[in-house]
């Protein structure tokens, strides 16, 4: 069974105006934070269906390549990338942008996954839940800032 991880921000701004910043070219860079052994390395098609981002993770010679198939494309509402390889056994990651009034949105990170390794994964899950906490609340700050400015 998945583990559940979920993410939500109320921003004020049109939950138009926060889809489009996630459909920007720079946008998943944006969402990197610093300091994370994340790279993008290739990403083709935006956020709409069949579009795809490879990130090279880590440092070398220890660097895994994370490939990520974007589907659920819906306008001005959400899409899901789904881990085609990388570090988890399962991955499936849901953004959606709900319009709550007209200018405001709930933005909501709802992920989805699986640790690799069965029982030997699941003793490294206190640490990937605080890393997703961490990671989520400052890609939450940087579309709250992005959008608000």
Not at 3 to 26: C, G, L, Y
Not at 32 to 60: C, F, N
Request: glycine share 6%; proline share 8%.
């Amino acid at each position: 069974m998945p583990e559940i991880f979920e993410k939500r921000t109320r921003i004020p701004a049109s939950a138009k105006t926060v889809f489009a910043w996630h459909e920007s070219a720079d946008a998943l860079r944006s969402l990197i934070p610093p300091g994370d052994p994340v790279k993008v390395v290739r990403q083709s098609g935006g956020i709409r269906d069949g579009a795809e981002v490879v990130l090279a993770i880590g440092y070398w010679p220890l660097q895994i390549h994370w490939v990520a198939r974007h589907c659920h494309y819906v306008p001005c509402r959400q899409f899901t990338d789904v881990q085609e390889k990388g570090p988890f056994r399962f991955w499936e990651h849901t953004h959606s942008v709900l319009p709550d009034g007209p200018d405001a949105c709930i933005l909501i990170d709802h992920v989805e996954y699986e640790l690799p390794f069965g029982f030997l994964g699941r003793l490294a899950l206190p640490l990937v839940r605080k890393k997703l906490r961490a990671m989520f609340s400052w890609r939450h700050q940087i579309t709250y800032d992005a959008n608000t400015a």
